[in-house]
C-alpha cells in the first residue's frame, strides 16, 4: 500500500425529510446565499424548504447555474458574496450546482486573478480560506458532496479544482429528493459514479485490499441496483444504494494508498468542452477503447475486476479481459447510454480537435503511469468512434 493521508470532514445527514435539520448546521447569524441550477429545485419544491428551514437567517439567492458550471457565471455569485457580505454557501443540486459552489467558496475570498485558480490541476489551490458552504444533493453522481473537487469550464476547457479547504461542512442526501431525475439522468450517475471506481480501481496492484474489496463491493451494489432503481423510481431503498454509492465512489476512501488513473474523465472532459456531451456519455465512450488499448499495463487488475466482479473465469488472459470490457460495455448500454462517438453526432474529422485541445491542456501524460500519450489517446478515440 503507498503511503496516504485520509481526511475527511464532511458531515452527512442521510434519509428522508430531513431539511428542517438545516437549522442546526448553520450558524444562526449567517448571512446565507443559497445557490441552485436551472430551476429543477423550484419546480419540485425543495428550494422552498431550504428556504423555510433557514428560518430568520438573511438569505441571497442564486440561481441558474448551468450543468458544466462556467467560470463567468460562478463570477457573478462570487460579486454577490462580496457584496453582500455573505459568510456561508448553500448548494442545492446536482455536482454541477455543488462544484459551482466550491468554487465561489474559494474565488470570493482570493484577491488575485480568480481565473488563475484553474490552472492548478489536481494540486491544491493556493489559498488559505474559503467561505463554508454545505450542499443538499439532488443528483447521485459526482460524490462533490463529499469531496474537496470541483470542475469549472473556462474558455472551451474543463478544468478540476482542488482544496481541502473546499469539503463541504455538511451534505444532506435525501434519495426522496432524486425521484425527480429523468431516467437518463440516473443513469448518467451510474455510470459517473461506475467510472470513479473504476479509475482508482483497474489501474495495478498495490497491496490495498480494503480498499480492492470496497471497490468490488460498490460495482456490484451499481450493477445490482441499476435497473431496480430505473425501473422503480421512487423505491426508496434502491435510490439509498445508489445514493450511497455514488458518495463513496469518490469521497476519497478507495483512492487512499492506490494508484489513480483519469485518463477516461480528462479525455471525457475534452469530449464535453468540444461538443456538448454530458459527463456520464463521454465516460461510458471512452472507457471500454481506454482498456483495449492499455490492456497490457493494466493486465493484473483487469483479471481480477474479470472474475470479482463479473465472474468470469474461464478462458484465456486475453478471453476473461476481453470479456469483461464486454460486459462493461453492456452495462453501460443496458442503462440507456450510448458507448461509441459517433452514436453522439460526432465526424470522424473532429478527433483532432479533441486531440489539440488535450495538448493545449497539456493533457500529454495521462494515467497511473504517465505514459499515455496523445498518440495513445488519439487511438482510443478512434477505437471509440
Ligand atoms: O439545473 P437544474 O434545473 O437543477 O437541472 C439539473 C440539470 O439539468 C438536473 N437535476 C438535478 N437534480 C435534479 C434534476 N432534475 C430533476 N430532479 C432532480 N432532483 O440534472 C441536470 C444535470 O445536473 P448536473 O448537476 O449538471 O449533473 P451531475 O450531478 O452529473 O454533475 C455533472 C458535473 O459534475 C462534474 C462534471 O464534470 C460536470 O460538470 N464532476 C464533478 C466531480 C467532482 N466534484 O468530484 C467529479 C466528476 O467526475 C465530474 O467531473
Ligand atoms: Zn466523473
Not at 301 to 317: F, H, M, N, P, T
Not at 336 to 350: C, D, F, P
Amino acid at each position: 500500500m503507498q503511503n496516504f493521508d485520509y481526511y475527511n470532514p464532511t458531515h452527512i445527514v442521510f434519509g428522508r425529510d430531513r431539511l428542517a435539520e438545516l437549522d442546526k448546521l448553520i450558524p444562526a447569524e449567517a448571512k446565507v446565499l443559497v445557490l441552485y441550477g436551472g430551476g429543477s429545485v423550484k419546480r419540485f419544491g425543495t428550494l422552498d424548504k431550504v428556504i423555510s428551514s433557514l428560518g430568520e437567517r438573511s438569505v441571497v439567492e442564486f440561481g441558474g447555474i448551468e450543468p458544466n458550471p462556467k467560470f463567468e457565471t460562478l463570477m457573478q455569485a462570487v460579486e454577490i458574496v462580496r457584496r453582500e457580505n455573505v459568510d456561508f454557501l448553500l448548494a442545492v443540486g446536482g455536482g454541477s450546482v455543488m462544484d459551482g459552489t466550491k468554487f465561489v467558496a474559494a474565488a470570493a475570498p482570493f484577491e488575485g486573478d480568480e481565473a488563475s485558480l484553474l490552472y492548478h490541476g489536481f494540486g491544491p489551490l493556493p489559498i488559505s480560506t474559503a467561505i463554508p458552504m454545505g450542499t443538499v444533493a439532488t443528483l447521485p453522481a459526482t460524490g462533490s458532496e463529499m469531496n474537496m473537487g470541483a470542475v469549472v469550464s473556462y474558455q472551451g476547457g474543463k478544468f478540476p479544482v482542488m482544496s481541502p479547504l473546499n469539503y463541504p461542512k455538511f451534505s444532506f442526501l435525501d434519495p426522496s429528493l432524486t425521484f425527480t431525475l429523468p431516467d437518463i439522468q440516473v443513469a448518467n450517475g451510474i455510470v459517473d459514479a461506475f467510472v470513479h471506481i473504476l479509475e482508482q480501481y483497474v489501474t495495478f496492484p498495490a497491496n490495498a485490499p480494503v480498499q480492492d474489496r470496497t471497490a468490488e463491493g460498490l460495482l456490484k451494489t451499481l450493477i445490482e441496483t441499476a435497473p431496480l432503481t430505473l425501473a422503480e423510481k421512487d423505491n426508496y431503498e434502491a435510490r439509498s444504494a445508489l445514493v450511497w454509492s455514488a458518495t463513496w465512489a469518490l469521497n476519497g476512501f478507495i483512492g487512499a494508498g492506490v494508484p489513480h488513473d483519469w485518463s477516461t474523465h480528462m479525455i471525457g472532459h475534452e469530449l464535453t468542452a468540444l461538443f456538448g456531451i454530458d459527463h456520464a456519455q463521454t465516460l461510458a465512450i471512452v472507457q471500454p477503447s481506454a482498456w483495449k488499448l492499455r490492456k497490457d499495463k493494466k493486465r493484473a487488475k483487469l483479471l481480477q475486476y474479470a472474475e470479482r466482479v463479473w465472474d468470469i473465469r474461464d478462458g484465456s488472459e486475453d478471453q476473461r479481459i476481453d470479456a469483461a470490457i464486454g460486459k462493461t460495455r453492456a452495462f453501460f448500454e443496458s442503462v440507456g447510454i450510448k458507448t461509441r462517438l459517433s452514436e453522439y453526432g460526432v465526424a470522424q474529422e473532429q478527433l483532432s480537435d479533441v486531440i489539440d485541445a488535450l495538448e493545449k491542456h497539456g493533457m500529454t501524460a495521462l494515467s497511473e503511469s504517465g505514459d499515455l500519450t496523445l498518440d495513445i489517446s488519439r487511438a482510443i478515440l478512434e477505437d471509440a468512434y
